[in-house]
């Protein structure tokens, strides 16, 4: 029954049809929203590069589990962007938000923000674990730091350990994407449950399947660009990806049948 009440309930969303290169739109927006209210997005942006720096100064000789967790966290960066989506959605209203609006988003009364969130950190400790055990498993050679995954992985004529792990990945990522590309700032907007998100977000997907491949790739290019400048560029792209996210689901999605959550 519950089940049937979210197929219901997520018809009840109607979709739009966006243009090819609507995500640079996105990104133009989200980069607009930055710099109106700097300070949210750069503190959030600043925790991610930290705790990738500790990330990094933990298994600096284990980057055969470094590699997962790095591409695991594109899995978990809707719930990172949670309270960047209020922001973006405040500043659409006129009003004038801070640091405190955007950590307010985690209400205890989002019950199902949370259950969302622990859902997509399960399917990223999942693969962290997945990448870990193919690498150590079938590599004959040390995986300990960049310069080995790079020789004994990726460059490796020999094995194809490499294209298995980027095809695992896709295999992992492709639904996790499809289920939250616009599940998380629907939950914040409207109140829905969990379910009737994550059917809304895989209409969303596949009505705009091209727009949507390229918003992918935008985020899987920024995200490597911060991350390839020693993590100091994803004090930006964290912020930049969470505000663009928030103006994807306005155009994306019209809820206006569904009640407002505030």
Request: aromatic share 8%; net charge positive; glycine share 8%.
């Amino acid at each position: 029954m519950d089940r049937l009440r979210a197929v219901e309930e997520s018809d009840r969303v109607a979709l739009r049809t966006v243009s090819l290169t609507q995500p640079l739109l996105w990104l133009r927006r989200g980069w607009r929203d930055l710099v109106r209210c700097p300070l949210p997005g750069l503190t959030h942006g600043l925790a991610a590069t930290l705790f990738g720096a500790l990330l990094i100064a933990w298994a600096r000789e284990r980057f055969w589990l470094l590699s997962g967790a790095f591409t695991g966290f594109l899995l978990v960066a809707p719930v990172v962007a949670t309270g960047l989506y209020r922001i973006s959605r405040d500043l659409q209203r006129g009003l004038k938000p801070g640091l405190g609006d955007a950590l307010r988003a985690w209400r205890p009364d989002q019950g199902q923000m949370v259950i969302f969130g622990l859902l997509l950190a399960l399917a990223g400790t999942g693969w962290v674990l997945t990448s870990a055990a193919l690498i150590t498993g079938f590599s004959e050679l040390p995986v300990r730091n960049p310069q080995e995954f790079l020789k004994n992985v990726v460059l490796n004529e020999d094995s194809l350990l490499f294209p298995a792990w980027l095809a695992l990945g896709a295999v992992m990522a492709a639904p996790v994407f499809a289920s939250s590309v616009v599940s998380m700032p629907l939950l914040l907007d409207r109140k829905v449950n969990v379910l009737t998100a994550v059917l809304t977000s895989w209409r969303a997907l596949l009505e705009n399947p091209a727009p949507m491949a390229l918003w992918a790739t935008l985020i899987l290019v920024l995200t490597g660009l911060g991350m390839a400048t020693a993590l100091a560029g994803l004090v930006f792209v964290v912020p930049w990806l969470a505000h663009a996210s928030w103006h994807a689901y306005q155009d994306l999605v019209d809820p206006s049948a569904i009640e407002p959550r505030d």
